[in-house]
């Protein structure tokens, strides 16, 4: 796809990112009244504080900078959505923060409460970013890319000026299908590499975010400069290492999908490797990767078939 293909696309059909207040903001303290002391002393804390700006929370430089990459702000490549179980009277903050930051927001939803779960749908939502486990859920049942974000790194700063944003994901059960995990599961290392040489000319079937990467694709392209570098920067970090690589490499071929950076990391840990890169967000379908990335990059936990119990396997 060429540049002008792609930006006639995304400025019919844009990007759109659904994320919770407590994603883009760190509510932690605030979570903490409303858990110890309920709904009526949280929503008077906030009234008090209202005009007190909100810290940045997880996801907060990933969307800054998606954002930043619109061209023209009447035909927007990228929107966000924000969407919250807070209520209407309680988005002045979070929206008067919003523009004390300069963000371009303008969409939300407020549900008083109740799941976030249907409006995903009805907004559009490409990715869907939260810190409630059961919308998260429901959005990944729907079809919906999404993934459970935590508490930020103990040192979230974002100081680069280089305009880049730098999303990573994990192989399989995220961008691809769990297909090769069954595998692995049902006839170990010894089958699963056979199976992946076997077929590593075979592009593997799309998993809960292959849409997503399909169309953030998209905005790769546009930013592309003439040396073939783009500000969107895709970039794999998976537990699969030679000769179950080649097969990930196709697979980005036959989509027509580049990704920037690949890492083959096999039993090592994916934690530095993502501090390394400076990546503005990671996602795993594997709780026990999350957590370690979480420390040093923002990370969201990918509703899928692993329990944080199980084994690292070599397909991740």
Known sequence: MDKETARQSL???????????????DLDQEHRIFEREGVAAYAAWQREHEDEVLSKGTAFHVVE?????????????VEVVLMSRN??????????????????????????????????????????????????????????????????????????????????FDGDAVLFSAESDLVYK???LVGFLRHEVENAMKPMDAGPFGDFLKKLSKLRTIHLNDEGVSKVRICIVTARNAPAHARVVHTFRAWGTPADEAHFVGPNSKAPIL????????????EKHVLGAAGFVPAGHVPGPHTADEPVIPAG
């Open 186 to 188: 049902i006839q170990g």
């Open 11 to 25: 400025s019919q059909n844009p990007l759109r990112i659904g994320i919770s207040t407590r994603a883009l903001f």
């Open 87 to 168: 209520s209407p009277d309680l988005s002045l903050r979070a929206f008067s923060s919003i523009e004390a930051y300069g963000l371009n927001v303008k969409l939300g939803s407020f549900t008083s409460g109740r799941s976030l779960a249907p409006y995903i749908p009805a907004w559009n939502i490409d990715l869907f970013l939260s810190n409630d486990v059961s919308d998260v859920q429901a959005a990944a049942m729907a079809g919906t890319a999404a993934a459970k974000l935590g508490s930020p790194p103990a040192d979230l700063r974002d100081a680069a000026k280089d305009g880049e944003v730098r999303i990573a």
């Open 65 to 77: 900078r998606i954002l930043a990459l619109n061209e023209d702000p009447r035909h927007p490549y």
């Open 275 to 286: 501090q390394a890169m400076g990546a503005h967000i990671f996602f795993d379908d594997q």
